[in-house]
Each structure stands twice: as C-alpha cells, then as structure tokens.
C-alpha cells in the first residue's frame, strides 16, 4: 500500500474528529440551511468517513491503521455494496475481489462515538489488481461521508431523500447488505460543496429494499428515462440561456441591488438597474427557476393578476455579487462573454484541431488578453473567483512542512495570476516568504493584491515566462497552469521548474482530473473548454505521472480539493 493511502486515511480520521453532523450538511448541501437544515439534523447523525485503501497484505493494512492511531485489531466482514461496484466498473468477476469493511473507533469534537469506515481490497505485489488499485486511487470514487438514521422509519427515510433532491443531491447506487442487516443509499453532492468529499451515504438498519429500488430507479445511469428523450434534448439546447441570463444578471448589476433577505418589487429593481421592469421579471422569472432568486412566496399570483412581482437573492445567486468574498462574478462576465462567442465555433476546433477561440479573434486568447487591459484584468479576476479550491491548501502537509522548518523557506507560484494563492499560504504561515512570477501586467495586479493582504513585504516578484522560474525555492507551485498546454508544452514547463528545483524542493500541482469510468464530472466540461479556447486539455492522474517522469520528476501522490480539483505533489526523480 502507497504511502497515499496513509495520508488519505489520516486526512479522513482528521475530519471525523473535528466536524459535526450540521456542518457536514452545510458543507455538502450549500443550499441547505436555516430552519430546513435545523430540522433536518435530528434525524440522521454524522457517522463516518469512508474509502477504499489497497493493502499489499493484512500485516500491511494493520501497519497503516497504527500509523494513523486507529485500533488494529477491529473486526472486517465482507462488502457486498463496494464489490459489486468495483466488479461493475472494471468488469471484473466477483470472486476476484475480496473487499473487506473495517470500522474503526474515532471520537466527534465532543466525544462522539464515530468511525473511518475503511473497504479493504488486498492486492498483492505484481497482482492483476495493481490497475484497479491505481485507478481509484487516481479517482477516489469510494470516499465519502456517512449520516446514519437515528430511527429506521421508511417515511423518514423517504423524507431525508427528498430533502437531498431538492439541494441538488444525486442519486449514485446503493444496496443492501445482508451480512450487517443494513440498507445504503449512495449520492453525488453538489460540485458547489465546501470540502472535499462529493459523495455522501445514507445508511439505515434494517432491509428498506423498497425504498432503494425507488432510490437506484432515480439514478439516470441505472435507468436512462425513455418517455420523454425530446424534452431532455429540449433542456440540453437550451443551456446557452443560461449562460446568458446569468450573464446579464451580472453584467446588470442586478446580484448588488438585490437583498439576500427582503424580497423587492419588480419596478424598484428595475430603477436601481436602468432597465424594464417588465423585461426584467421575464428574466428573474427565469433566474428564479435556477435558483439565482427567489419570488416572495406572499406574491405567487401577482404575475397572473397583472400586479408587480417581487423577488430575493439567494445565496446561489449572491455568488454573483461583486462585494462577496468569493465571487464568482468575472467567470459569469467571462463565460458569458469571449468566451461564449468561441464556443460558436466549436466544430471548427473539431474539424481542424485549432482554437476557435484563435479562429474567432485572429490570435490566441493570451495574447488577445495582455492587449486589452480590462479583457486582462477580467480574465485574472476570473481565474481567482475559483479561489474556494484553494481553501484546503495551506494544510497541505508539504506546505506545513516548509512552514515548519528551522529556517525560513520560500513558496515560488509560477505563473500565479493576481497572487491569491500565494496570498493564502503567506497569510496562513507568517514564517514562509514567497517569490511570485508572471507577467509584468499580473505582477503588477498581485503586488497590489498582496500588499492589501499585509504580506507584500515577505513577497519577491519577477517578471517572465516559464524559462524564468525562479532557482533554489523550497515548494514550487502550477495551479491551472498545464491545462493549458499540449503534452510538448508541459514537458518543457515541467522540465524548467525541475532545473530550477534544489534536491529538496517540491512540487505542487493544481488541476482537475479527468474520470477514467466516464462519470459525470467538471474535469470533462472544463476538456471541452481548453480544446475549444486554449488548445489545451484536462488528463487523468497517470497522465501527469508521465509528464512529469519524462521532466525528471516523480509523482508521490494527489489529494482531492474543493470544486472537483486535485493537489499533485511530486518531486525529482531519485
């Protein structure tokens, strides 16, 4: 077993110990809150973490569980539930995998008896599992996070499953497990969720088979719908509206006139934003179908009797506003806007293999970007309000490692936009210094950003392209820098940092990573989108590890961030 599977099962024991039931809802159902949240918390507890760790023998697996401080002798019993997936998505036969459940003891922040819930596959040195083990691994499609009914009760059951629908939960499998008398429910939580995990399991004693059949009905992969496939391609055809009204939500201003908690009347909304106020309402009643905003549930039959309609933001929607912290505003200006207009184009990237973005506009968007410096300042801005990824990382063991060493180490952000993730790391470890490197527009911007951060006097800045990384740093970091590049290019890249790596140094890397069993996930909408804008392209974990090989490097391993990324962290090759 990798080191990897320790660290994830230390990472997974960490978590258990430090978050209660309420904030593993938040966290996984951003929308749920306020009272529905409050009421929903009782009947259902915060149970365990779980994944899947691939032993080389059980000698090996009891070594981990020590290392982590969990209990070596808790008792397995055979997984009927995580089998059955494994064999479904390798096609492999049952009988060659023996997954084993082991439960072992982890206290809650106030003493609660939980567990890390840990489904053990076996797999010997030069087996014909390594592929499977390497794969999850890469994707960690088994992880999640467990709520537990406190009562059995099938109409409770029910309950719980359509308050998950309505947050925007997935269904995604489940079984019964009759060697434990217990029934699971597995879903895809929102890719809005705030820590790591993207899976959540619904677990309740007893045979609900009932209920699970409904469950696994639900789930578009186990029963693609055969009644209505015109209106399903009618939604589909209808996603550039979306694009669009949220677009124009933003470009109007309408996110900042709105209140999140006081709904407002059509006709003030339209004076704070200069627009008709019949139009407008065409548009919130649009928006209000995505969840952007609400209508004032008082006035549901306003539009009917001709009179004014009021509406609110909600917090999906408050996202947009140009005052949150984490704004997602600029993506919405970006994607609505050049972006947009290449993708009109996209069968010619299909055809020809060149960027429509390069076909629409006669250049490639990095250069389109640094000569108009307000598309530059967008597109930076835009790069940054994805910053939620970056939450998990001052944590990051290489970078608590540096931050803990005698003397001081120094942090290197290639390529690192408006400095918001150095930014972070420097905030979260006063004793890091770090040397920032971009182009002379971006520094420019992240010197301003650092030095309203307080931490612009422990910051080096260089201007240059990727021949230019900085020598002798301690941690180096890309984020979101490889995908925007053909395999030649990272090579090059990956092989300028290593030259530039001491011995000790390290490396991380920010990307998403694409699934290798073809489910649903951004890393295959954000493919589509560099092929179609930047001629770049998301890759699978394995991927990375021979880039990075071919540059002298070694990938050690890779841990999940929030909105469906992945942290690499690899080193020069022995």
Not at 315 to 320: D, Q
Not at 361 to 370: I, L, P, T, W
Not at 537 to 544: D, F, I, K, S, V
Not at 547 to 552: E, F, I, P, V
Request: charged content about 25%; hydrophobic content about 40%; glycine content about 8%.
């Amino acid at each position: 077993m990798l080191p990897d599977d320790t660290a994830r099962l230390r990472a997974a024991v960490a978590f258990v110990r430090e978050h209660d039931t309420t904030t593993v809802l938040s966290l996984l159902l951003p929308g749920l809150h306020g009272p529905e949240l409050e009421s929903l918390a009782p009947h259902c507890r915060f149970a365990h973490a779980g994944l899947l760790l691939f032993p080389t023998d059980p000698q090996d697996l009891r070594r981990r569980l020590a290392d982590c401080g969990l209990a070596v002798d808790t008792p397995s019993q055979p997984s009927v539930v995580v089998r059955e997936r494994l064999a479904r998505r390798h096609r492999r036969d049952l009988a060659e995998l023996d997954v084993r459940i082991l439960r072992p003891r982890v206290q809650g922040p106030a003493g609660e008896h939980r567990a890390v819930e840990v489904f053990a596959l076996t797999v010997p040195a030069h087996s014909g599992l390594e592929a499977i083990a390497a794969y999850e691994r890469a994707r960690g499609h088994e992880a999640h996070l467990a709520l537990e009914l406190e009562h059995p009760d099938p109409l409770v059951l029910r309950g719980l499953c359509a308050v998950l629908a309505r947050h925007g939960a997935r269904p995604d499998g489940g079984g019964y497990n009759p060697h434990e008398d217990g029934t699971v429910l597995y879903f895809t939580t929102p890719a809005t969720g705030e820590c790591g995990y993207r899976r959540l399991e619904l677990y309740t004693p007893g045979d609900h088979r009932d209920a699970l059949a409904d469950h696994l009905r639900a789930d578009p992969r186990e029963r693609p719908d055969p009644d209505r496939p015109a209106e399903t391609l009618l939604r589909l055809l209808t996603g550039a509206w979306t694009t669009q009204a949220l677009g124009a939500f933003a470009r109007l201003g309408l996110p900042d006139a709105m209140d999140p908690y006081e709904a407002t009347g059509t006709r003030e909304l339209a004076r704070r934003t200069a627009t008709r106020p019949e139009n407008l309402a065409t548009l919130l009643r649009y928006l209000t179908m995505l969840g952007v905003v609400a209508g004032d549930t008082t006035d549901t039959g306003a539009e009917a009797a001709g009179e004014e309609e009021s509406f609110r933001l909600t917090r999906l929607g408050a996202l947009l506003r140009a005052d949150s912290p984490d704004t997602m505003r600029p993506l919405a200006l970006m994607y609505a806007g050049p972006f947009y207009r290449s993708f009109a184009e996209l069968d010619h990237t299909v055809r020809t293999g060149q960027p429509a973005f390069d076909h629409l506009f006669g250049e490639n968007h990095f250069d389109h970007f640094a000569r108009d410096p307000e598309l530059a300042d967008l597109f930076d801005r835009s790069m940054a309000a994805s910053s939620r990824m970056f939450r998990p990382l001052p944590a990051h063991p290489v970078i608590t490692a540096a931050a803990q060493a005698s003397t001081p180490r120094t942090v290197v952000d290639v390529a690192g936009g408006n400095g918001e993730l150095l930014g972070r790391i420097l905030t979260a470890h006063p004793g890091l210094r770090g040397t920032l490197l971009e182009r002379p527009h971006a520094v420019e911007a992240a010197r301003r950003s650092l030095d309203a951060a307080g931490c612009g006097a422990r910051c080096d800045y260089r201007s240059g392209d990727f021949a230019d990384v900085p020598h002798g740093g301690d941690v180096y970091v890309l984020s979101r820098i490889l995908h925007d590049w053909d395999d030649d290019q990272c090579r090059e890249i990956l092989r300028h940092c290593a030259r530039a790596m001491p011995a000790h140094a390290d490396l991380l890397i920010i990307e998403r990573l694409l699934p290798a069993d073809g489910s649903p996930s951004l890393a295959t909408a954000w493919d589509l989108h560099m092929m179609c804008n930047v001629g770049g392209r998301e890759r699978r974990g394995e991927h990375y590890a021979r880039l990075l090989a071919d540059a002298g490097l070694e990938l050690l391993d890779h841990t999940p961030l929030p909105l469906e990324a992945y942290v690499l962290h690899a080193r020069k090759a022995p």
